[in-house]
């Protein structure tokens, strides 16, 4: 595990980046369907949009919109999609200097299939481009205080964390059943990480038990600080040294779930690097998942440090907040 510095995102640290996100941004094609249809059946579908996403994309934009400074290391084609996708981050700040563009390539994109009840599912069609070289990797880790990613690549996932470890960055990934679906694929990557996310599903997969104390002891055991589950409309778990806790999901209409999980996780790390107690952080993170599931899009609901409070302050007053005004801009 690795430590660094958990002083305030704002001033004072000489780090550029609070967040580097490594991964393929991807348009989201957004379809409207009545449910999912069976094996070689059919059903009609309504066009709702294309938009910007990417999982470790979401979450940048999500950290930026929370006054973190991110950015993202990935490729994108040069079509249409590849503009979408540049604006979106220029419009929450992210910063691209570490994007790079392939000629005459398509970008990455997925089809989201949505249900009337807010849920999806995803065909996910990757741009499957060449990686980031060792030197532009090391200088970009040097300077960041946190590195996030979806390690597919358990190779890939081993040397960015082997050059986090040396330059003192945090490395927090997101293992989901498609990442990581047996014990073995979740024990090999969990010991490069310092915060792990799972949702549920990632969580019995990898371990085998659902997300219990007991459970969530095991794999704190393999070398994270912090493991994270989400449980969907049932809220969230985390543990770490401090102990087990538990978040009820907050109460709020749900109009399309895509880019909630990612949304959580930005705004836990956001929470984690100023040093919240991880309840707090646990809290934040869930209270900005349900102002994200009120819009059609992964990014279209992201909130500000405002709309969050606004949330939060259903349950608690600002002064009963961990660090007064740390988390409320």
Same mark, same amino acid.
């Given at each position: 595990?690795?430590?660094?510095?958990? %002083?305030?995102?704002?001033?004072?640290?000489?780090?550029?980046?609070?967040?580097?996100?490594?991964?393929?941004?991807?348009?989201?094609?957004?379809?409207?369907?009545?449910?999912?249809?069976?094996?070689?059946?059919?059903? *009609?579908?309504?066009?709702?949009?294309?938009?910007?996403?990417?999982?470790?994309?979401?979450?940048?934009?999500?950290?930026?919109?929370?006054?973190?400074?991110?950015?993202?290391?990935?490729?994108?084609?040069?079509?249409?999609?590849?503009?979408?996708?540049?604006?979106?981050?220029?419009?929450?700040?992210?910063?691209?200097?570490?994007?790079?563009?392939?000629?005459?390539?398509?970008?990455?994109?997925?089809?989201?299939?949505?249900?009337?009840?807010?849920?999806?599912?995803?065909? $996910?069609?990757?741009?499957?481009?060449?990686?980031?070289?060792?030197?532009?990797?090391?200088?970009?880790? %040097?300077?960041?205080?946190?590195?996030?990613?979806?390690? $597919?690549?358990?190779?890939?996932?081993?040397?960015?964390?082997?050059?986090?470890?040396?330059?003192?960055?945090?490395?927090?990934?997101?293992?989901?059943?498609?990442?990581?679906?047996? &014990?073995?694929?979740?024990?090999?990557?969990?010991?490069?990480?310092?915060?792990?996310?799972?949702?549920?599903?990632?969580?019995?997969?990898?371990?085998?038990?659902? &997300?219990?104390?007991?459970?969530?002891?095991?794999?704190?055991?393999?070398? !994270?600080?912090?493991?994270?589950?989400?449980?969907?409309?049932?809220?969230? *778990?985390?543990?770490?040294?401090?102990?087990?806790?538990?978040?009820?999901?907050?109460?709020? !209409?749900?109009?399309?779930?895509?880019?909630?999980?990612?949304?959580?996780?930005?705004?836990?790390?956001?929470?984690?690097?100023?040093?919240?107690?991880?309840?707090?952080?646990?809290?934040?993170?869930?209270?900005?998942?349900?102002?994200?599931?009120?819009?059609?899009?992964?990014?279209?609901?992201?909130?500000?440090?405002?709309?969050?409070?606004?949330?939060?302050?259903?349950?608690?007053? &600002?002064?009963?907040?961990?660090?007064?005004?740390?988390?409320?801009?």
């Amino acid at each position: 595990m690795t430590t660094v510095d958990a %002083r305030p995102m704002t001033g004072g640290d000489a780090r550029r980046w609070d967040l580097l996100c490594i991964g393929d941004p991807c348009a989201d094609v957004v379809v409207a369907i009545d449910s999912p249809p069976p094996e070689g059946g059919k059903c *009609v579908g309504k066009m709702l949009g294309i938009f910007p996403g990417g999982t470790t994309s979401n979450v940048a934009c999500a950290a930026a919109r929370l006054g973190a400074r991110s950015s993202v290391v990935g490729p994108t084609g040069d079509d249409a999609h590849a503009l979408l996708l540049r604006e979106s981050f220029g419009h929450f700040g992210v910063d691209t200097s570490l994007l790079v563009e392939h000629v005459g390539r398509a970008s990455s994109s997925t089809i989201v299939l949505l249900t009337p009840s807010g849920e999806r599912s995803i065909i $996910y069609v990757p741009m499957m481009s060449g990686r980031t070289d060792e030197a532009t990797l090391r200088d970009a880790l %040097r300077r960041s205080r946190c590195v996030y990613l979806m390690p $597919y690549d358990a190779d890939r996932l081993a040397q960015v964390a082997r050059i986090a470890r040396e330059e003192g960055t945090l490395v927090a990934i997101d293992l989901e059943q498609a990442v990581a679906g047996d &014990p073995a694929a979740m024990k090999s990557r969990i010991a490069h990480a310092d915060v792990v996310f799972f949702n549920e599903a990632g969580f019995i997969a990898g371990s085998g038990a659902g &997300p219990s104390e007991q459970a969530m002891a095991a794999v704190l055991a393999h070398g !994270p600080r912090s493991v994270v589950v989400t449980l969907g409309s049932a809220g969230a *778990v985390a543990m770490d040294a401090s102990g087990y806790v538990q978040q009820a999901a907050f109460d709020c !209409p749900v109009i399309d779930a895509t880019g909630a999980g990612d949304s959580f996780n930005a705004s836990f790390l956001v929470a984690f690097l100023e040093g919240a107690p991880l309840a707090w952080a646990l809290r934040f993170a869930c209270a900005a998942a349900s102002c994200t599931v009120a819009a059609i899009g992964a990014r279209a609901g992201l909130p500000d440090h405002r709309q969050v409070a606004s949330v939060l302050l259903r349950r608690c007053s &600002p002064d009963q907040w961990p660090t007064p005004g740390s988390l409320l801009r």
